[in-house]
């Protein structure tokens, strides 16, 4: 099989966060298509779990489908940010924690089909405070969960973000081993 290749490329639009852009690719079969592709930066996913086995998700308002939902901890890498550091940052940035134990799960794209932004999953352990100002255009709530409840809040719909849910799922797996 091979790669469609590019034929052209036009700007859309241009954002704080994302860029749209729109390509024609000639696909393998000579015919000519139009991809409309939204660039993201890189970002992280954490699941910080403290002592007691919970799981410290966030409740936030998101605006795009109007609804509060329970998300883990995220946030995009900023210029010349490792995914290491900005894993730390948003962690204390989004529940007031640091981790003494931090480490990298593996990773993910978002949504393929129409955007660049990949995913860096971690999962933070022996947690100690350290709190950094949140983002100006946040408003969080921490809300510690079981993480012997965290497969029943997936299958019962409590939680409906995909990254949280593939991230919860990686930290399901190794939790389980460990």
Request: charge should be negative.
């Amino acid at each position: 099989m091979e790669p469609e290749k590019l034929v052209s490329s036009q700007s859309v639009f241009q954002g704080k966060i994302v860029n749209v852009r729109s390509d024609t690719v000639l696909l393998p079969s000579g015919r000519q298509t139009v991809r409309e592709v939204v660039e993201h930066s890189a970002a992280v996913v954490i699941v910080p779990i403290d002592s007691d086995d919970n799981v410290l998700l966030v409740r936030q308002y998101r605006y795009p489908i109007d609804q509060f939902i329970l998300e883990a901890p995220a946030g995009g890498l900023e210029d010349g940010e490792s995914p290491d550091d900005c894993a730390q940052r948003e962690l204390q940035e989004e529940v007031g924690y640091a981790s003494r134990n931090i480490r990298p799960m593996g990773g993910f794209w978002s949504a393929p089909g129409f955007s660049t932004e990949y995913l860096y999953a971690y999962m933070a352990r022996d947690l100690v405070p350290s709190k950094l100002n949140a983002d100006d255009d946040e408003a969080i709530e921490v809300i510690p969960t079981p993480m012997s409840s965290i497969n029943k809040l997936i299958r019962l719909g409590e939680i409906q973000d995909s990254k949280t849910i593939a991230a919860l799922l990686m930290a399901t797996i190794i939790f389980e081993k460990s």
